[in-house]
């Protein structure tokens, strides 16, 4: 059995806490906070921890599902499903309006940048109003500030500390 330690960090939110993932013959069977990351020095909440157990579910879905006329599942190709989704989506919008249609934007993808900012696009394309994120919860007021102090709230600023600059 080939057992190895390898650094990682985790994707669930914000903070992206360093880890250490235990890999045995290819499988992911153990994550723990790593004490040697300069960010999180040894902490990791509980979810990210978590991971491996979620990774190895032997319920976790890992290939698209349509629901049957006895309330089944049953496994279709991703051009199947992708094809039903949009199919949908378009008869949705062409009886009831793009307001029909709400998205919510949750960890990690909030946390990006380039995300929300393609989902805003897809959003106005169809006509709604209804984007919703984890924003709202976590670090909406990031977004306000940048809104208010810069005019746009995807412009996040970047401290700088300049050191051994000469003071007047």
């Known amino acids: 059995m080939a057992t190895e330690e390898r650094i990682t960090y985790c994707r669930i939110c914000e903070p992206l806490c360093g880890l250490v993932a235990t890999v045995e013959d290819g499988t992911l069977v153990r994550l723990r906070p790593d004490k040697d990351h300069p960010l999180s020095q040894g902490f990791a909440c509980p979810k990210g921890i978590a991971m491996a157990e979620i990774q190895n579910d032997p319920d976790r879905v890992t290939h698209p599902l349509r629901r049957t006329k006895t309330g089944t599942f049953e496994t279709v190709t991703w051009d199947a499903a992708l094809d039903d989704i949009g199919a949908r989506l ?79």
Do not use: C, T
Request: proline share 8%; aromatic share 12%.
């Open 90 to 168: 378009k008869r949705i919008i062409k009886d009831r309006g793009g307001s029909a249609v709400g998205w919510y934007l949750g960890n990690p993808s909030a946390f990006s940048y380039s995300h929300p900012i393609w989902v805003k696009g897809f959003m106005d394309a169809i006509g709604s109003p209804n984007l919703f994120s984890a924003g709202s919860q976590d670090v909406h007021n990031r977004f306000v500030a940048s809104e208010f102090l810069y005019g746009s709230p995807v412009v996040v600023p970047i401290q700088l500390v300049v050191v051994g600059a000469a003071m007047p």
